[in-house]
């Protein structure tokens, strides 16, 4: 079951990985079906994972960083079914597709559920709740990162496209502060109520308050005049990027060095 | 005159682009702050948990110069941004004022939310403030059944007269616990956490060293496990949390509700 976990994990990148080859190799507008037929089942895969990864350990895969790729990878791939069907836009869905499998890459690789520490304290609703809500706010951030690439591929060839991406950005961005908001705020209550304190001087507590200082400016850039449009883009970009790099660089850069080390001891 | 200039000072102090870089600049020196933790360079910053904010600068404050200026830098960039908040809040109070019987309740509404969530804003660098400057938090004493704990800001000792971990053993151990503390003078007892003669009292977890003595070898070594200790307030910051945080969440929400029917009048 342990293993049942993992690889249905695996497999559904295998089969995002598929479809995002099509999109770039056999993109004739034959295969627009197949696509959505493969991402339909790569989140229901990934979805089947994610819940036995949810029964195994007692809790959202979170804690450990590396970990809570598997919720926002699921909460970016619905996005991604979205761009796909829904606003039909393929350069966008490639985009986002790409993000998927890197996240996938940045978090590899995933522990077993055994392998997760097990903190009991997160297996109550609450926990769950604004846990999955925070899960929502990253994968928003994520689409708002891909909305950003998609602006910088188009700002010279569509126009108007670019300028529905501006919009999108804005909204997304938004609605990823407002989710972020909720979850950092219910985190504080529970976190007043099970460790008597809602602010620890930790790095995920700073990095928190970095995030929503951060998107607090993004959202405020559409009331501000004299401003060149690249900055929303770049800052979607910036924003993500800084969450990604923050969420594997110490883990790599460790391995890194502790390889360098055994090549040279 | 007087007042229409003081009001454009008071413009130009919560104005968006001066809110924008402020933020920037914090989101910066946090981002910093979690490089410089995460690569190890002061490893005492985790102390800070230990201590209500003002005790640990007036006892370590020097002997960590690194981590004292950080916190000074941005209480310095905190108080800007409760200034530019502050001023935000006068001008959109004044701009609603102006608002009322002039326009349509659904733009009235929108830009009341605005206010609200700036609001909310304003309330949390205040609730933040007080508890990081009054209260006591105990660095070293771990609350025990039977042992005595106390606090600089109240003579009376306390008693631990019960101490149950919850009944439910697969919640784990930092999962809150029922705890009684007897007021040894006058008798009266409560629970924890709860208010007794004007400070409310409350728990935290935190790792504490206890040596384990092989039976065996008789070798002792030294283990992490967790212990609670006491903080205490002259406020419970739950209620005022509480409060901030359904002003915010209901400024946010009602203002994309309002912002997206606004959107579909136009359309």
């Known amino acids: 079951m342990e293993y049942f976990a993992k690889y249905t994990y695996f497999f559904a990148m295998m089969l995002y990985a598929s479809a995002l080859f099509l999109m770039f190799f056999k993109d004739n507008g034959k295969t627009d079906k197949l696509i959505k037929q493969l991402l339909i089942t790569a989140i229901a895969v990934h ?17 450990k960083r590396r970990q809570y790729m598997i919720p926002t990878t699921f909460g970016l791939s619905i996005i991604l079914l979205f761009t796909w069907t829904k606003y039909k836009n393929r350069l966008l869905s490639k985009i986002v597709s790409f993000t998927v499998l890197f ?19 997160l297996t109550g609703i609450e926990p769950f709740l604004w846990h999955n809500i925070y899960n929502m706010a990253v994968a928003l951030f994520a689409y708002c990162f891909c909305l950003s690439i998609a ?10 496209e670019a300028k529905s991406f501006i919009k ?27 460790f008597g304190d809602y602010w620890q001087w930790k790095p995920i507590h700073l990095m928190s308050v970095a995030i929503w200082m951060f998107y607090a400016a993004m959202i405020h850039v559409k009331y501000m005049s004299g401003f060149s449009k690249k900055v929303l883009p770049l800052m979607g970009t910036i924003g993500f990027a800084c969450i990604v790099w923050w969420g594997i660089y110490f883990d790599y850069s460790k391995n890194i060095i502790g390889f360098i080390k055994g090549v040279f001891a | 005159m007087g007042n229409s200039k003081i009001f454009k000072i008071i413009e130009k102090t919560g104005s968006v682009k001066f809110f924008f870089w402020l933020s920037i600049i914090i989101s910066l020196h946090f981002y910093i702050a979690v490089i410089a933790l995460k690569a ?25 110069i ?8 941005a209480f310095v960039f905190v108080s800007i941004l409760f200034v530019n908040m502050f001023a935000r809040v006068i001008v959109e109070l004044n701009n609603l004022l102006n608002l009322y019987s002039k326009s349509n309740k659904v733009f009235f509404i929108k830009k009341a939310s605005v206010f609200v969530i700036h609001f909310s804003v304003v309330l949390f660098v205040v609730i933040h403030f007080t508890s990081s400057v009054s209260g006591y938090k105990s660095p070293g004493a771990v609350i025990k059944e039977g042992g005595f704990v106390s606090h600089p800001k109240y003579s009376n000792k306390l008693k631990c007269i019960e101490l149950k971990k919850t009944a439910d053993a697969s919640a784990g151990p930092r999962s809150a616990p029922k705890i009684v503390l007897k007021d040894e003078l006058t008798n009266h007892a409560f629970a924890v956490p709860g208010w007794n003669n004007g400070f409310y009292y409350r728990v935290y977890a935190d790792f504490v060293p206890k040596i384990i003595k092989n039976s065996k ?17 002259e406020l419970n910051v739950l209620i005022p949390l509480l409060f901030a945080s359904f002003l915010c969440l209901t400024g946010l929400f009602t203002h994309i509700l309002m912002k997206n029917r606004l959107i579909a009048g136009e359309k």
């Open chain 2, 217 to 233: 070898t008789g070798k002792e070594r030294t283990v992490k496990t967790i212990g609670l200790k006491l903080i205490v307030s």
């Open chain 1, 151 to 160: 602006w910088f591929f188009s700002q010279n060839k569509n126009e108007a």
């Open chain 1, 47 to 63: 979805g089947v994972s994610l819940f036995s990864y949810i029964i195994l350990s007692g809790y959202v895969p979170l804690h």
């Open chain 2, 66 to 73: 690194c981590i004292t200026t950080w916190i000074f830098i």
């Open chain 1, 168 to 194: 999108r950005i804005h909204n997304v961005s938004l609605w990823g502060f407002v989710l972020f908001t909720f979850s950092q705020a219910a985190g504080s209550v529970w976190a007043i109520a099970e």
């Open chain 1, 103 to 121: 996240m996938f890459f940045c978090g590899f690789p995933v522990p077993l559920p055994s392998e997760m520490p097990s903190i009991s304290c």
């Open chain 2, 40 to 64: 190890g360079i002061d490893p005492k910053f985790k102390t800070l948990n230990n201590y209500v904010l003002i005790d640990w600068i007036k006892n370590y404050g020097a002997d960590h």
